[in-house]
């Protein structure tokens, strides 16, 4: 069973930048489709971002062209960099591991989570 634990979060004004990583043990991540959901208080955990053990991306509409999803297989780490944040992405950012296609219902891991907080 893999590990993930996720780094980066933090406060930062509209149209700032941030970088999240999401950093697996035991077991590697190169044999995983991986993924960044986010969770706003009293709402539901939503898709953001995938990328798949070949490479290929996937983005929810609310973030295509902001966000770009990336994985570093050699350090066993998923990132999500973050650009032209606004309020409306504020919430507690989650990473994931699953079979391909990701999908809640199937990821086998979910790493505790890192609070993004956009001020207007």
């Known amino acids: 069973q893999v590990q993930l634990e996720e780094s980066g979060g933090g406060f930062v004004q509209s149209g700032g930048s941030l970088s999240l990583s999401c950093a697996g043990s035991?077991?590697?991540?190169?044999?995983?489709?991986m993924g960044w959901y986010r969770q706003a208080p009293g709402d539901e955990r939503k898709f953001v971002a995938a990328?798949?053990?070949?490479?290929?991306?996937y983005y929810a509409d609310s973030v295509k062209g902001r966000f770009t999803i990336s994985r570093d297989n050699a350090k066993n780490t998923v990132y999500l960099q973050m650009n032209s944040l606004n309020p409306d992405d504020t919430a507690v950012y989650y990473c994931a591991a699953g079979p391909h296609p990701l999908s809640k219902v199937v990821v086998s891991a979910w790493g505790q989570g890192t609070q993004v907080t956009v001020s207007s």
């Open positions: 035991g077991r590697a991540l190169s044999t995983y489709s």
């Open positions: 990328i798949s053990w070949r490479r290929i991306t």
